[in-house]
T-cell receptor, first 112, second 117 residues
Framework: QQQVKQSPQSLIVQKGGISIINCAYE??????FPWYQQFPGKGPALLIA?????SEKKEGRFTISFNKSAKQFSLHIMDSQPGDSATYFC???????????FGQGTRLTINP | EAGVVQSPRYKIIEKKQPVAFWCNPI?????LYWYLQNLGQGPELLIR????????DSQLPKDRFSAERLKGVDSTLKIQPAELGDSAVYLC???????????????FGPGTRLTVL
């Protein structure tokens, strides 16, 4: 009930391409869905987040698409750059974002 | 502004030894979290403090793990005795939570990588 399932586990994209990472959840009480970016040796950092009252949120090259009926959400990185190479985690929380449940992570590699 | 500070960054110990990790949150942040991150996995919450009070420690293995946040600022997480399976990265995070806030961003420190031999 508390799980968040993330796919793919790893992803290789050419520079300039679109990177897409998907997540699915079971608990319909979740109402906050952030994406975190983590570089080696660093802690996760918030990238972008969405609430279920909207179906899409865009910040620069990063877009979250949210499908409430399917209980799925995805991260799209447009014009992917080598500097985007990192591990990405989706997460979900109930009210106030205090108890985050993380997905398993996706290791993204952008080839120059 | 300084971020979340953790020390040590790396620790290697033998099994059955005790170990402690220290975290100093961002100044003014009232909520502090300790997470466990196994290799290739997402962080998992161990304990959450609101000021000095541990409000969620349901995932903390209390037989060997303990934590404290005296004076509601910095915090220490202890393992005694350590086991081989405790090898992981221990992350600390903090956030500023107040009544009515909807999204309380958690800021993570760099973590302490523990290796138990």
């Amino acid at each position: 009930q508390q799980q968040v399932k993330q796919s793919p586990q790893s992803l290789i994209v050419q520079k300039g391409g679109i990177s897409i990472i998907n997540c699915a959840y079971e608990n319909t009480a979740f109402d906050y869905f952030p994406w975190y970016q983590q570089f080696p040796g660093k802690g996760p950092a918030l990238l972008i987040a969405i609430r279920p009252d909207v179906s899409e949120k865009k910040e620069g090259r990063f877009t979250i698409s949210f499908n409430k009926s399917a209980k799925q959400f995805s991260l799209h990185i447009m014009d992917s750059q080598p500097g985007d190479s990192a591990t990405y985690f989706c997460a979900a929380a109930i009210q106030g974002a205090q108890k985050l449940v993380f997905g398993q992570g996706t290791r993204l590699t952008i080839n120059p | 502004e300084a971020g979340v500070v953790q020390s040590p960054r790396y620790k290697i110990i033998e099994k059955k030894q005790p170990v402690a990790f220290w975290c100093n949150p961002i100044s003014g942040h009232n909520t502090l979290y300790w997470y466990l991150q196994n290799l290739g996995q997402g962080p998992e919450l161990l304990i959450r403090y609101e000021n000095e009070e541990a409000v969620d420690d349901s995932q903390l293995p209390k037989d060997r793990f303990s934590a404290e946040r005296l004076k509601g600022v910095d915090s220490t997480l202890k393992i005694q005795p350590a086991e081989l399976g405790d090898s992981a990265v221990y992350l600390c995070a903090s956030s500023l939570d107040y009544a009515g806030a909807r999204d309380n961003e958690q800021f993570f420190g760099p973590g302490t990588r523990l290796t138990v031999l």
